[in-house]
């Protein structure tokens, strides 16, 4: 019986005719003509022997459509898919060829996709190029970088036009980097919440720097920065890593500000990377909860022709860790392990080494050791120089226990690094998740030596970084304080969060009942009627904290766009707060497209042409400039 839910198979039409091309017919646009083939004078449906003399088309849909109905329905299906794909081709499609068309196109693919600049100039493309398009001028890698450099120039003075009329105020991540070439920049990727009340993140600069990654030349080229696109007044906070080179520049940064009358607390408008911070527990988990080995293993050919002792040797992580890189360095090792994969009907697959300062690498090296237990055990059982590392079934339960301990961690950081949602309201119910996973867990596991849980204490101690995001916490109205009742916070520190709440929307953001008084009109009956509760209650905040709190899976940022009308002066508190991302991943995500234009055959790319290609790339897919050609 078939599946009801997969395509109905078009029938071969029965009756073959050949189609009467001449006829006027063939210049009809109805869509009923496709299920029938015309042969003067008569229309034969494609389905069964029906035909038609040259009836109107409301005769033929009536006939298709009661003995051919699920050929139409599965024909209107396709066009239906046909019609989504045209919202992606069909603007190209329409587009008649031009030189200029051609050199945009140009542009972008080269620089979206990292391509070389001398691209054009290779031979093979140039074939390519003139065999679909004879006597197409094909521009020089000259030509290619002066579209480069005109396009950042255009394009910088497109956003930074954008930025200086975004409402509210920008959130910046900071970070330095070296390229392949020995190229040192800083990257800053910058967010905001733009008058739809969407979040948007995007590269603000990808800036040369001169001389060494101190805190001092860091704050002086950031502030340079903000000068260019001329918003330094609109800063609101910086996020970076805990690195001391970042306390100076922070330090630095404030001290400049101040001198313009501009409020930057190096301390209270700092966040710090919840991501670095998940990651110093995670590793401290590794190192001292299962771990007792402390030889570093960063270099894994190091690691390969290391001692063994017997401390090692107790220890599930070190044997494991030991016999993959030992398989990894043989050729032969490595192809017998496939073939018990293929014995065992398991995908082969290669083992995965970790690295000491990457947590995730070893979670990643214990999930691909778990999906290849089995060969793995053969392949060390049958060789006798790695039959010393063979785990037993109690080592692998305890490998599968750190495993699990560590996706609260994997899922805490993919949680924290979103780019599509508010993060930093998360930063205090991620702590208390992580904390919650590891206490059940050390509950289970309580050492007969009393030993107190690092892993715990180091979160707890991370906790007190963390208390000048409660106001981030109360703007997310599916939190608010309610959170840290439900969560039997003590009385103490949610007072603690009200106060630091409080205060900021008395400072900065809320507007005297004098400044704001409405103007009387015959209209003040009815809005006093209407607006009764807020007369007798005129703070938005503690209209705002007294209302119940929203679902869990409700958008809080179309929550508020609803809502701000209501709460005109708190949403524009709302608006700069939860667009503070959490963590630094935004800029690490920038450095990610860094190594993938300077690679090995691009180590000659000048600094000034890595500065425009990752700029353009940032600000092209976030939709800021247009793509415009220099003239030959």
């Known amino acids: 019986m078939s599946n009801p839910s997969s395509p109905i198979p ?72 046909i019609g989504e794909m045209d919202k992606f081709v069909i603007s190209d499609q329409k587009e008649n060829f031009s030189q200029k068309g051609y050199r945009k196109r140009l542009i972008r693919w080269v620089v979206n996709n990292d391509q070389p600049f001398n691209v ?35 394009s910088k003075d497109v956003f930074r036009q954008q930025l200086q009329e975004a409402p509210g105020r920008l959130s910046f991540t900071v970070d330095a980097w070296t390229s392949k070439n020995q190229i040192p920049f800083l990257g800053i990727s910058v967010h905001w ?25 860091l704050s002086q080229r950031f502030l340079e920065v903000l000068q260019e696109f001329g918003i330094t007044t609109k800063i609101l906070a910086i996020g970076c890593d805990n690195a001391s080179n970042m306390d100076v520049m922070l330090e630095n940064i404030s001290q400049s500000l101040k001198l313009q009358n501009i409020i930057f607390d190096p301390n209270n408008h700092r966040v710090r990377c919840l991501a670095h911070v998940i990651n110093l527990g995670a590793k401290k988990l590794i190192d001292h909860l299962y771990v007792t080995n402390k030889i570093s293993y960063e270099d894994e050919n190091t690691f390969e022709v290391s001692e063994d002792n017997d401390d090692n040797l ?36 290669e083992l995965i080494p970790d690295v000491s300062t990457r947590w995730n690498s070893t979670d990643d090296m214990i999930t691909r050791a778990l999906e290849l237990k089995q060969p793995l055990h053969n392949t060390a059982s049958a060789d006798k120089d790695l039959r010393k590392y063979i785990l037993s079934e109690e080592e692998w339960n305890c490998i599968l226990e750190v495993h699990e301990i560590l996706q609260c961690f994997k899922k805490s950081t993919n949680f924290s690094t979103g780019q599509q949602y508010p993060t ?47 106001a981030f916490t109360v703007m997310d109205p599916r939190l608010k304080l309610q959170y840290y009742r439900d969560n039997k916070w003590e009385e103490s520190f949610i007072q603690e ?78 608006r700069d707060y939860l667009s503070i991302p959490a963590t630094s991943a935004p800029v690490e995500r920038i450095f990610s497209g860094g190594t993938d234009l300077v690679v ?23 939709g800021f400039g247009g793509i415009t050609i220099v003239n030959d």
Not at 319 to 325: A, F, M, P, T
Request: proline share 4%; net charge positive.
């Open 424 to 470: 930093l309201s998360y930063s205090v119910p991620i702590y208390n998740y992580l904390l919650d996973k590891l206490e059940d867990e050390y509950e289970k596991k309580e050492s007969e030596k009393g030993e107190e849980n690092e892993v715990v204490v180091a979160l707890n101690e991370s906790i007190e970084k963390i208390k000048q995001y409660y």
């Open 193 to 217: 919440i733009n008058d739809k009340w969407e979040l948007k993140c995007t590269t603000l600069d990808f800036c040369i720097l001169s001389g060494s990654h101190t805190g001092a030349n």
């Open 120 to 154: 054009t100039e290779n031979r093979e493309f140039r074939d390519m190029m003139t065999f679909i398009r004879p006597g197409m001028h094909i521009p020089s890698a000259d030509t290619i970088r002066r579209d480069l450099t005109e396009n950042f120039k255009t």
């Open 497 to 574: 969060a009200k106060k630091q709440v409080v205060e900021l929307w008395k400072s900065t953001y809320k507007v005297n009942s004098a400044d704001n008084e409405e103007s009387h009109d015959d209209d003040d009956e009815i809005f006093g009627h209407i607006f009764k509760k807020r007369k007798l209650n005129n703070d938005e905040l503690s209209i705002y904290l007294d209302e119940k709190i929203i679902p869990g899976k409700t958008d809080i940022l179309a929550w508020w766009k609803a809502h701000e009308v209501e709460y005109p002066n708190l949403s524009k508190m709302a």
């Open 10 to 81: 078009v029938p071969t039409p029965i009756v073959e005719l050949e189609a009467d091309t001449n006829s006027s017919s063939s210049s009809k646009r109805s869509l009923v003509y496709q299920f029938f083939t015309y042969k003067s004078p008569k229309y034969y449906c494609n389905y069964c022997p029906k035909s038609f003399s040259n009836k109107s088309t409301s005769t033929l849909w009536r006939h298709v459509n009661k003995h051919h109905p699920k050929i139409v329905a599965e024909t209107q299906k396709q066009e239906e898919k």
């Open 314 to 349: 107790k220890d599930a992580i070190y044997k494991l860790r030991k016999v993959i890189v030992k398989i990894r360095a043989s050729p032969q090792r490595r192809e017998k392990l496939k073939q018990q994969c293929i014995a065992a009907n398991i995908k082969p697959l």
């Open 600 to 622: 090995q055959k691009r180590c000659s790319l000048k600094d000034e042409s890595i500065q425009k290609v990752m700029c353009l790339k940032g600000w092209w897919k976030s």
